[in-house]
C-alpha cells in the first residue's frame, strides 16, 4: 500500500537540532518514520499514528542526530607531511615553510604525480574514519592540482570515492589555494587561468558546487578573491572561503559580500567581518584542528560571532599541512575546550549549520518531516557525551535515505 511506511524507528530519544525547538530540539520518547528515503513522520511516542511500516525498528533508547556532515575537508591528497610537522617541531613555522616551496606545494607535486585511482584509494582510509564516526555527508575540496587536468582529477576522485563508500558529497573547486611553481611570482596571471580555464572547464566536467579561494599573505589578495568570486557568481556557483585564518586581510567582509555560504577558519576576523557575515546569512566555518596543530594562539572571535548572530558550523579541515584529521568528534571536543562553544552549539555546527555552510539545509541538518531520512544512532547517555569523550566512539549506526545500513 502506498501509504505504508518504509522504515519506523520506535522508543528513541531525538536530538532533532530543529531552530528554535528548545535544547537539541529534543524528542523522547520519540519515534521516526520514513518513506521515500525522507522523514515522513516525526514525534512523541504518545502521538504516533497507527500506520504499517514495512519494517518497525526499536532503538532502546538509544539517542538518534541526524547524520553528522564534515563540510570542509580537502581529503583527497597524495603523500604526508609528517617530515614538516618534524620541522615545526624543531622551530620553523607554517608560513616559514610555505615560503620556502614546501607546505601546500609539496603536496602538489605528489598529487599531481598520483593516477585519479591512486588518489581514491588513498583516501579511503581516511573516509571511512570519518564514516564510522556517523558522518554521512562530507565536503571535498581540490586545490592541490592547481592545473585543470589535476584539479579535474581530484574533483572526480572525490565524487567517486563518496559514491563508492554511500557518502553524500559536496565537490568545491579550490584551484585559488597557491601560486603553482610554474607561475611563482605572478599570481595575477595565475589566477587569470583560474578563471578563465581551470574553473570553466571544472564546471563543464560537472564536477564543481561550489568555489573556494585561500585569502592570506601565503596566498591570494583579497583584489585576487573578489576577481574569482566574481566569475564564480558569473556561473551560478555558490562561493566560500578561507578567511583570515593566519592574519586580517577583511576575508569575512569579503566572503559576506559576494554572499558566500561560508567563511572558514576567522581566527584574524573583525567585528565588521563578523557583522556583515551575520547580515548575508554567511555560516562562520570553525576548524579546531588547524588551530591545535598550528599551535594558534589567536582565537576566533566566537563571543562575537554569538552576539551577531552568525551561525557556526564545525569541520575537520582534514588537510595533510595544518589539520590531518579524521575525527569529526575530536573536533566537537576542541570546539568545546578550546573554543568555548556548548556541547549543543558543537552539535548544531556538524548538523544544522554544517547544513546550511553547504547550501542543503532543505534536506539536511535536522530532523524535520521533508528532510532526508540520515541518521545517526549512539549508545550515549545524553548528546552532550559526543563533545566530552576523547578517542572514543560511541556509533551504534547509521541510517541514510531512510533505509538501515552500518
Ligand atoms: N588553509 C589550511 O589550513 C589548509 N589550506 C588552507 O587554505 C592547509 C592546507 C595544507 O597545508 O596542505
Ligand atoms: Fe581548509
Same mark, same amino acid.
Given at each position: 500500500?502506498?501509504?505504508? =511506511?518504509? %522504515?519506523? =524507528?520506535? %522508543? #528513541?530519544r531525538f536530538a532533532t537540532m530543529r531552530a528554535g525547538a528548545g535544547p537539541y530540539g529534543v524528542i523522547e520518547p520519540g519515534a521516526l518514520a520514513a518513506k521515500a528515503g525522507r522523514i515522513d513522520w516525526i514525534g512523541p511516542m504518545s502521538d504516533l499514528p497507527r500506520r504499517e511500516a514495512r519494517a518497525v525498528h526499536d532503538l532502546g533508547g538509544r539517542w538518534v542526530t541526524p547524520g553528522l556532515i564534515d563540510c570542509h575537508t580537502h581529503l583527497i591528497y597524495a603523500g604526508?607531511?609528517? #617530515?614538516?610537522?618534524?620541522?615545526?617541531?624543531? !622551530?620553523?613555522?607554517?608560513?616559514?615553510i610555505a615560503r620556502a616551496g614546501g607546505g601546500i606545494r609539496s603536496t602538489v607535486k605528489a598529487t599531481r604525480e598520483a593516477s585519479e585511482d591512486d588518489l581514491v584509494r588513498g583516501a579511503g582510509p581516511r573516509l571511512a574514519a570519518l564514516a564510522a564516526e556517523g558522518v554521512t555527508t562530507i565536503e571535498i575540496k581540490s586545490g592541490y592540482g592547481l592545473d585543470r587536468a589535476n584539479e579535474i582529477k581530484m574533483l572526480r576522485a572525490a565524487r567517486r570515492l563518496a559514491e563508492s563508500k554511500g557518502i553524500r558529497v559536496r565537490t568545491t573547486f579550490l584551484g585559488a589555494h597557491a601560486v603553482p611553481p610554474e607561475y611563482e611570482g605572478?599570481?595575477?596571471?595565475?589566477?587569470n587561468a583560474v578563471i578563465d580555464d581551470m574553473l570553466p572547464a571544472a564546471h563543464a566536467a560537472g564536477v564543481v558546487d561550489a568555489v573556494d579561494a585561500f585569502c592570506e599573505k601565503i596566498a591570494f589578495t583579497p583584489a585576487q578573491t573578489d576577481r574569482l568570486f566574481g566569475?564564480?557568481?558569473?556561473? !551560478?556557483l555558490p562561493v566560500k572561503l578561507h578567511a583570515d585564518q593566519l592574519s586580517d586581510t577583511g576575508g569575512a567582509a569579503l566572503a559576506a559580500r559576494h554572499g558566500a555560504l561560508s567563511a572558514d577558519h576567522l581566527e584574524y576576523a573583525d567585528e565588521a567581518g563578523i557583522k556583515a557575515m551575520a547580515e548575508a546569512g554567511t555560516v562562520a566555518v570553525l576548524l579546531p584542528g588547524a588551530f591545535y596543530f598550528l599551535r594558534e594562539t589567536t582565537l576566533p572571535p566566537v563571543r562575537m560571532l554569538r552576539r551577531a548572530g552568525t551561525a557556526v558550523a564545525i569541520a575537520s579541515d582534514c588537510n595533510p599541512g595544518s589539520s590531518p584529521v579524521t575525527s569529526l568528534l575530536l573536533m566537537l571536543n576542541m570546539a568545546c575546550t578550546l573554543f568555548d562553544l556548548t556541547p549543543e552549539e558543537a552539535l548544531a555546527g556538524v548538523t544544522r549549520n554544517a547544513a546550511r555552510a553547504l547550501g542543503l539545509a532543505d534536506s539536511l541538518g535536522t530532523l524535520e518531516v521533508g528532510k532526508t531520512a540520515d541518521l545517526a544512532v549512539w549508545n550515549? !547517555?545524553?548528546?552532550?557525551?559526543?563533545?566530552?569523550?576523547?578517542g572514543f566512539n560511541p556509533l551504534d549506526r547509521v541510517v541514510k535515505n531512510g533505509g538501515t545500513s552500518s
Open positions: 500500500m502506498t501509504d505504508h =511506511w518504509d %522504515n519506523l =524507528w520506535v %522508543n #528513541g604526508d607531511r609528517a #617530515g614538516e610537522f618534524e620541522l615545526r617541531l624543531q !622551530g620553523a613555522t607554517y608560513e616559514e605572478r599570481a595575477d596571471a595565475y589566477m566569475a564564480a557568481r558569473r556561473l !551560478g550515549i !547517555g545524553r548528546p552532550a557525551e559526543l563533545s566530552y569523550r576523547i
